[in-house]
């Protein structure tokens, strides 16, 4: 586990204030010499008559006063790591917040990483497609997770087999007519200077967020925010689960339902092969609720992609995400900044 400077000091002077305090006092047994004769004069001088001074009083003894010292200062700097522990938290919320809308206001690099997996699209072999799982985008390169069979054609590079580096990129220009590649490509936060983009139709299933339960929340509001912004050309059916709807626009953009059970009467939304349907949980699945997902994500449920909050057995991508606000993306093979939503994109 690593820490910053400040908990690594505050450990170290823990550690120091333990020591300090189990540390024998002067004249305790383990000031004595462990072998050879007793001394019968003991040391310093004697007094005035010539009789050996008398020992001190307490020697021989632990020092109670050190210990209980010793456990202050442990006490103490205990005290204050578990003070800084919520303005870490909070610190840590504003930055996301201000990732949030930094995102939100970046309309060049979504446009930049469609003009390369087109690109990329139209340079593949028909018999050989490329199937492109996520994108982090830096800049000046564009990096894919992808699962092919097939080199990497140039002027991609293959870093691994699943791993294609895209350099030397042209400023995004006006978006060729027709739809994109990838439609269902959303944004899920940040790496270093980099932004990480999904794309939702590799999941083939249910992508399930498990750990931090609020950071697993805004995960996947992330997700949806990046399908809303492109739902028309996507031709996306987002459906909402729960109390947990309210968060997110109404119709059209969202069909709200209050149940699992209402969803598979809009079964229909989620075959044709030009729409895709998604069915979004913003809280923890019970036993039924999972097992009907499980079964929505099936070809005889309607093969509905599920983005859920919370374990489903069975689940294809399985996301962990943590109280500092990061996600561990799985097989895309990112820790994820999560943004916090804009209060503009709250829907409470």
Same mark, same amino acid.
Do not use: C
């Given at each position: 586990?690593?820490?910053?400077?400040?908990?690594?000091?505050?450990?170290?002077?823990?550690? $120091? &204030?333990?020591?300090? +305090? %189990? !540390?024998?006092?002067? =004249?305790? /047994? @383990?000031? #004595?010499? *462990?072998?050879?004769?007793?001394?019968?004069?003991?040391?310093?001088?004697?007094?005035?008559?010539?009789?050996?001074?008398?020992?001190?009083?307490?020697?021989?003894?632990?020092?109670?006063?050190?210990? $209980? &010292?010793?456990?202050? +200062? %442990? !006490?103490?700097?205990? =005290?204050? /790591? @578990?003070? #800084?522990? *919520?303005?870490?938290?909070?610190?840590?919320?504003?930055?996301?917040?201000?990732?949030?809308?930094?995102?939100?206001?970046?309309?060049?690099?979504?446009?930049?990483?469609?003009?390369?997996?087109?690109?990329? &699209?139209?340079?593949?072999?028909?018999?050989?497609?490329?199937?492109?799982?996520?994108?982090?985008?830096?800049?000046?390169?564009?990096?894919?997770?992808?699962?092919?069979?097939?080199?990497?054609?140039?002027?991609?590079?293959?870093?691994?087999?699943?791993?294609?580096?895209?350099?030397?990129?042209?400023?995004?220009?006006?978006?060729?007519?027709?739809?994109?590649?990838?439609?269902?490509?959303?944004?899920?936060?940040?790496?270093?200077?980099?932004?990480?983009?999904?794309?939702?139709?590799?999941?083939?299933?249910?992508?399930?967020?498990?750990?931090?339960?609020?950071?697993?929340?805004?995960?996947?509001?992330?997700?949806?925010?990046?399908?809303?912004?492109?739902?028309?050309?996507?031709?996306?059916?987002?459906?909402?689960?729960?109390?947990?709807?309210?968060?997110?626009?109404?119709?059209?953009?969202?069909?709200?339902?209050?149940?699992?059970?209402?969803?598979?009467?809009?079964?229909?939304?989620?075959?044709?092969?030009?729409?895709?349907?998604?069915?979004?949980?913003?809280?923890?699945?019970?036993?039924?609720?999972?097992?009907?997902?499980?079964?929505?994500?099936?070809?005889?449920?309607?093969?509905?992609?599920?983005?859920?909050?919370?374990?489903?057995?069975?689940?294809?991508?399985?996301?962990?995400?943590?109280?500092?606000?990061?996600?561990?993306?799985?097989?895309?093979?990112?820790?994820?900044?999560?943004?916090?939503?804009?209060?503009?994109?709250?829907?409470?």
């Amino acid at each position: 586990m690593r820490y910053s400077p400040a908990m690594r000091t505050i450990r170290l002077l823990a550690a $120091a &204030a333990v020591l300090f +305090a %189990v !540390a024998p006092s002067p =004249g305790t /047994a @383990a000031d #004595r010499s *462990p072998a050879g004769p007793v001394r019968l004069v003991p040391k310093g001088p004697a007094t005035a008559t010539g009789e050996p001074r008398p020992p001190r009083a307490g020697a021989g003894r632990p020092s109670y006063g050190m210990t $209980a &010292a010793g456990i202050g +200062a %442990v !006490a103490l700097l205990a =005290g204050l /790591a @578990a003070g #800084r522990r *919520p303005l870490l938290r909070a610190v840590r919320r504003r930055r996301r917040a201000a990732l949030g809308r930094r995102l939100a206001a970046d309309t060049r690099t979504p446009l930049v990483v469609r003009h390369a997996l087109r690109e990329l &699209a139209l340079a593949g072999r028909p018999d050989s497609p490329v199937r492109v799982r996520g994108v982090l985008a830096e800049p000046g390169r564009v990096l894919a997770t992808v699962s092919a069979a097939g080199p990497a054609p140039a002027p991609w590079t293959a870093l691994t087999p699943t791993r294609w580096e895209r350099t030397g990129l042209a400023p995004a220009g006006t978006p060729a007519p027709g739809p994109g590649p990838l439609p269902q490509l959303t944004r899920l936060g940040a790496v270093g200077r980099g932004q990480v983009l999904v794309n939702l139709a590799r999941i083939g299933g249910v992508l399930s967020v498990l750990g931090d339960p609020a950071v697993a929340r805004e995960a996947v509001l992330a997700l949806v925010d990046g399908v809303l912004e492109a739902a028309p050309a996507a031709r996306t059916v987002l459906v909402a689960v729960g109390p947990g709807a309210g968060e997110l626009p109404g119709p059209p953009a969202v069909l709200r339902v209050r149940t699992v059970r209402q969803i598979p009467a809009l079964r229909g939304a989620g075959t044709p092969q030009a729409t895709a349907g998604l069915v979004v949980l913003l809280h923890r699945p019970d036993a039924e609720e999972a097992r009907l997902l499980a079964a929505l994500a099936g070809p005889k449920g309607g093969g509905w992609t599920v983005l859920t909050v919370g374990h489903v057995p069975g689940a294809h991508w399985l996301w962990y995400a943590a109280a500092d606000g990061t996600v561990d993306a799985g097989v895309l093979g990112h820790r994820v900044v999560v943004p916090v939503r804009s209060s503009a994109r709250r829907r409470l």
